[in-house]
């Protein structure tokens, strides 16, 4: 069983992602981990424009990379992206494979829970609705234009490398919305998020469906919320 | 242009390997990165074994992997696992696909350099003798027996997730050696080695030779020897 990772949106994001597919499975030797492929193109047409006003569009260049991935023999997928989570639909219809969807699986990890709950991700992934309307129970909290701008330069140090001006600009983000628990619902957030408490990383909840998807067994570490 | 990287030897050094060649890489955005196809299958056959008493053979799962990655269209390829680099003159030639060889990097960088360096590497790595026959002008010192264990346990410590005791079990292989300049010729040792003074490690050089060339700019940020 191949796990395949179809990333690169950003770089730095796919590579936690991978770092954490390992740190997150019970192994004694290599042999106990997954086996990985993983796609990372950076060059994929960007997924927050196609998302607000369709000015680009990401989905070919993401459908080819599933059908490498698929073609290399993985037999299931996953997006360390959320904004890319607008296509999933279309992508398993089209590649043939199915995927391990994070948003879906932060919804199980909401379920039940009502009130407050921030949301800090691309304008892209907050547009798309794609939590809102995934967990409607509880009161997403989305930043103010001032909070939303801190989250968009948090995302972009993250690309550029610059991990402590990111840091800074999440920690106001994350401020600014000033709730007991908000999602990271951008894969370049756990970057700089340090230990922050109060936050979930959906990517830690992806790369623990992945594991168990492939008959490997996380580590006893649920994020708490 | 797309750089192959044939990994999973281990797993944690694959991933580190690749969040190198992102943090290494001159980029203000996601598409001034290299486009990476990574391959890691954590089942391919004990390499130091190999090396040593020939009791298995990583070939076939090597060679299924490089042919893997040069059929999604990687022109280049790197193993982050110096004890893989035995076979590479023979990977090279049956895939067809040239690879960026970790220890020629490293020679050309201590190229001029004499007297005594240390060489921390698999049992494997040491006997089949990478570095000493491609750079014979320094005085090669590999750890006393009882620090080859302490290098064994580093490794073994990173392979099941515990970095703690893979820090510990490296200071004192790196204090045994006791040279001025010790070479990482294991790509799990950068992972437990932090800031230890007085070391190379490999892949940093190999990551920016193969930014290099996949048209990348690496940083500035030469390592010293």
Redesign the interface.
Known sequence: MIAGVLG?????A???F??KL??RTV??????????????????PDRVAAVLDGSTDPYPALLAGAE?LR???ASVLAVPCHTAHFFLPRLAADSGVPFVDMVAETADFLAGRTGPVGLLGTRGTIAAGLYQRRVPEVEWVVPSEAGQREVDAAV?AV???DLAAGAAHFDRALAEVDVPLSVLACTELPLVAGNATGVLDPTDLLADAVIRRCGGKPVDARPSA
């Open positions: 690169g949106m950003g770089p730095a796919t590579a936690e991978y770092a390992i740190a192994a004694e030797r290599d042999q106990d981990h997954l086996r990985v492929a993983i796609w990372a193109d950076p060059t994929v490498k073609d290399l023999g972009a690309k550029r490398g």
